[in-house]
């Protein structure tokens, strides 16, 4: 019987903007400053158990794949979510593609943004949930709770028979302040976790009795899915099917209710959900002054503010219980008390169709990345970095022509039916209706500055003919 991880990394995580954006979500960052992305830290985990299956947006499929590659992990799967349905149905995905691996298999669900500082308290919890796994229980995570917080579901858990898991009485939506302290008051309380541990064949049996919507239309969006380089695109008219439901809704709380089969193991590994900026502080270390930075930072008779600021110096006089979070294109200046309200932020700029919740001014592409360092009413200009041996798509524009200037590394472009390779300091103009590619050809990066210019500059005048990476 294999246990597999299974690593759900669908998230958006828009509290936690500007530096999380529904492109570069905050699975995909280092907010903390130490070796890995949340996601990797996540993989690194759990790595010791199998190689997993991952479930993530299509948007963010070859940053994740790369994230995988330069950690040397070859996940079993990586499943594309064609549109967001929420856990039980991505759950439902992973499940039965475990099942074609092993009929008997465990899978060890974890969503990709936690983090967790105790690694051995969370594996000896995770042995835990798997032995109560492997006896066909439906197991959940249960954190130990230190304070009264209104921001978390709660599991009340039957204490009353010894062992090292517990059944599960109820699952509670967040409560008031007043409701939360009762619970941290009786002991009886975990906070919810969204972390889980069951066979896939139990899990699916028990969504098939309280939800059959959502295994058909899964069960059904995986048998008519197509592979695509590394990818397993489902497939997204059956998958839409599919009704928008959680884990909890759609399963754990009526099981619990109705029958002995949900047990919860209590987890004190220093978790948390990254849920907000107030969330990072929490968990960052901090100067004598409770003073959390990530960056250069000069403090001067401030206390208790988060700085996030890698790539600029950040000097503070006379702060108090602030969060400054700088990025090349946004700087968010919020009281922490308030830092919930960071959506709403999001929310404005989504109403006036700006594009700076959606992506960084630095945009990464499975080819490299490219940086919109200046613009104007009729140009652009773009740092393009391309890795060494990729290329670009074979592509065309209506309205813009463009300019190429090698910084470093050597070029292969193709202009029309014309090849010519360029080095530093040499140039190619591709005038509108041309079609063109470039490819990095070096064992270097490709480092070079794109001048575009024309009457529509937007990234949706591509025309790709052709396209390694299958965006044709």
């Not at 509108?432 to 009457?455: A, D, F």
Request: aromatic residues 8%; proline residues 4%.
């Amino acid at each position: 019987m294999s246990v597999i991880p299974v690593i759900l990394s669908g998230g958006s995580g828009t509290r936690l903007w500007p530096l999380s954006r529904k492109q570069y979500p905050k699975q995909l960052l280092n907010l903390a400053g130490g070796e890995y992305t949340m996601l990797q830290d996540t993989l690194k985990r759990v790595s010791h158990i199998d190689a997993p299956i991952i479930v993530c947006n299509e948007d963010h499929r070859f940053m994740v794949a790369e994230q995988c590659h330069s950690m040397g992990i070859t996940p079993k799967s990586i499943l594309l979510e064609p549109v967001a349905r929420n856990t039980a149905p991505a759950i439902a995905l992973a499940a039965y593609q475990a099942l074609s691996f092993d009929q008997n298999a465990v899978i060890a669900v974890f969503p990709a943004d936690h983090v967790i500082t105790n690694a051995e308290a969370f594996q000896n919890a995770l042995n835990i949930a798997i032995a109560e796994a492997q006896n066909n229980k439906l197991v959940t995570f249960g954190i130990v709770a230190n304070k009264p917080e209104t921001g978390f579901g709660y599991i009340k858990a039957d204490k009353s028979a010894k062992g090292l898991a517990y059944h599960v009485e109820k699952f509670v939506e967040k409560p008031d302040l007043a409701t939360a302290q009762q619970y941290i008051e009786s002991g009886d309380y975990f906070w919810n976790s969204g972390m889980f541990v069951f066979k896939a064949e139990v899990y699916l049996k028990a969504l098939e009795q309280s939800n059959p919507k959502i295994t058909r239309a899964c069960e059904k969006s995986l048998k008519l899915a197509k592979t695509d380089l590394d990818f397993i695109r489902v497939d997204k008219e059956a998958f839409k099917q599919s009704p928008d439901d959680s884990i909890d809704y759609a399963v754990f709380e009526d099981a619990a209710e109705q029958s002995n089969n949900v047990r919860v193991v209590p987890m004190d590994a220093g978790w948390s959900d990254l849920g907000s900026w107030s969330a990072l502080w929490d968990i960052l270390d901090k100067d004598k002054n409770a003073n959390a930075f990530v960056g250069d930072v000069i403090s001067i008779n401030s206390n208790n503010n988060l700085v996030h600021s890698p790539k600029k110096l950040v000097a503070t006089i006379g702060l108090e219980n602030l969060v400054i979070v700088d990025t090349d294109d946004a700087l968010l200046i919020a009281n922490k008390d308030q830092v919930q309200d960071v959506k709403k932020v999001v929310g404005q700029l989504k109403k006036y169709q700006r594009d700076e919740h959606l992506q960084h001014r630095e945009v990464h592409r499975p080819w490299g990345c490219y940086d919109s360092i200046d613009n104007g009413k009729r140009y652009q200009v773009k740092r393009i970095t391309v890795k060494s041996g990729a290329s670009l798509s074979l592509q065309m524009h209506y309205h813009r022509a463009e300019h190429w200037v090698v910084v470093s590394g050597s070029a292969l472009v193709q202009v029309g039916e014309k090849e010519q390779l360029l080095t530093e300091n040499q140039s190619v103009y591709i005038p509108i209706g041309e079609t063109h590619r470039l490819t990095n050809p070096g064992k270097l990066p490709l480092e070079l500055i794109e001048v575009q210019s024309g009457s529509y500059l937007g990234e949706d005048d591509i025309v790709r003919f052709e396209d390694v990476f299958g965006r044709c």
